[in-house]
């Protein structure tokens, strides 16, 4: 379902005329909502919305914006999925990037998405030793004590296709 939203949110990208961070950003967002089965993908979806609405007709993603962006779409992302951290949900590894941006206010985009990284695997590693609260995993027997959320992973994997693409860009 994440290969497929993300596959689905490029090819929304490639085939738009946006022009702008924020536009893109939501054109992503939309493509991602609409490609990916079940609660996550509208929950996931949200980090990219969110980003976009702050960084609306922007040339260039600005750490004050990024910082809006999560910080809105942690607030939606728990009252929507009724989750929170300690829940095993990917909110796990994204409250902990949340975290890194609000302390981070005269950084470098790229020195706050790296720090983004490193938080969120802390986040994701932590959650391999949760019980599943929320989720396909708290059916699952021993609710997925063992292994790391599924979700918390992706948001490490997408913190470090973001902190590739700033450095391949600077």
Do not use: C
């Amino acid at each position: 379902g994440m290969a497929r939203g993300f596959t689905k949110a490029n090819e929304a990208i490639q085939a738009s005329q946006a022009n702008d961070v924020g536009s893109i950003f939501q054109t992503a967002g939309r493509a991602f909502m609409s490609s990916t089965g079940g609660a996550s993908g509208s929950l996931f979806a949200m980090i990219f919305l969110e980003i976009g609405k702050a960084s609306l007709n922007q040339q260039v993603l600005d750490v004050s914006s990024l910082r809006l962006g999560i910080t809105n779409a942690v607030a939606a992302i728990k009252r929507l999925g009724k989750s929170d951290v300690g829940d095993k949900t990917f909110l796990d590894a994204l409250i902990p990037v949340q975290q890194v941006l609000g302390q981070s206010e005269n950084d470098t985009l790229i020195s706050v998405l790296e720090k983004a990284v490193t938080a969120a695997k802390e986040g994701a590693s932590q959650t391999t030793h949760m019980p599943a609260k929320r989720g396909r995993a708290q059916y699952v027997p021993n609710a997925g004590v063992g292994h790391p959320d599924p979700g918390a992973t992706s948001v490490v994997l997408i913190f470090e296709t973001w902190l590739e693409t700033a450095k391949g860009s600077a």
